[in-house]
């Protein structure tokens, strides 16, 4: 299976003002009261203290890096990684959704603006300073939601002006590089099958004591199973065939599983437990 015909690479870069400031009066004031060489401490004051909003948007454009991440595989060390062609139309559909909410977040943000910086002012009392607030505007342009979709470079095109030797060594080098970024990529499915398969295993183990405190089991265990062997079936862009017998072990031993049977019987837990970890064994993770 080729990888440019089964992947695309995707960049998600999402900013937020951090609405964070170094207050070199404060600092100073830290430093010299505790007797201290000036670099000992730091006053850094959140511009925006007793408001929610603007760390409402910080934890949702967290949300969506986390998102972006689950439905893709590492590729470069930072910025582009590999996503499953497969994918891509449902990908694409939940990003304009988180976008848009993105930006809406935003212009409420800015809209309140002025009413959060007033309060603001309420709770940072001494530390308040209004030359510390930029304008609206430029807030604004702290902002920004941005994704770019390219091909896969199987194949170096170096159309440069160099001896021959040094330029098969920069294809050469090129190949190597790609080789060891596909392994990487696809040593993330091998690595969230073998968390999900190992988190089900320690679940499903009983020791004497047990019935004392007696454990809580959740419809995750089997949920988050379930949908990692779909997810399974886009991010094996390599057509890895160990992975997708390990994938299929995985879904027919959760297949007809029930959370309620599972609490209330020692042999179901003791069954299920048992196929995992005979996957577990079969595979060199």
């Not at 902002?143 to 001896?163: A, I, K, N, Q, T």
């Not at 949920?223 to 062997?229: F, K, W």
């Not at 094996?236 to 031993?253: F, H, I, M, S, Y």
């Amino acid at each position: 299976m080729s990888i440019t015909s089964s992947a695309v690479l995707t960049e998600l870069n999402i900013s937020v003002w951090t609405a964070n400031k170094l207050d070199k009066g404060a600092t100073d004031s830290v430093t010299n009261n505790a007797y201290a060489v000036k670099d000992a401490a730091q006053v850094r004051k959140n511009l925006m203290a007793g408001t929610h909003q603007r760390k409402g948007i910080a934890d949702y454009a967290a949300s969506c890096r986390l998102w972006h991440n689950t439905q893709t595989l590492p590729w470069a060390d930072k910025g582009a990684r590999l996503m499953p062609t497969s994918l891509f139309l449902d990908y694409k559909s939940e990003v304009n959704i988180r976008r848009n909410t993105f930006h809406k977040m935003v212009d409420q943000f800015i809209q309140d603006y002025p009413a959060l910086v007033r309060t603001a002012h309420n709770y940072l009392g001494n530390l308040f300073n209004a030359e510390d607030y930029p304008d609206a505007d430029t807030v604004r342009s702290k902002f920004g939601f941005r994704m770019v979709f390219s091909p896969v470079p199987e194949s170096g095109d170096f159309r440069l002006d160099l001896p021959a030797q040094e330029l098969d060594e920069m294809k050469q080098g090129y190949e190597d590089s790609f080789k060891d970024r596909l392994a990487d990529a696809m040593k993330e499915p091998w690595d969230r099958l073998h968390k999900t398969l190992t988190t089900i295993s320690e679940k499903l183990t009983d020791v004497d004591g047990d019935e004392e405190t007696k454990k809580r089991y959740h419809d995750t265990l089997i949920t988050n199973a379930q949908s990692l062997c779909g997810m399974l079936t886009h991010l094996n862009v390599a057509g890895d065939p160990k992975l997708e017998q390990a994938r299929r072990d995985l879904e027919r031993t959760m297949a007809g599983a029930d959370i309620e049977v599972i609490k209330e019987s020692a042999t179901e837990r003791a069954d299920i437990k048992g196929k995992v970890d005979a996957i577990l064994k079969q595979y060199d993770w």
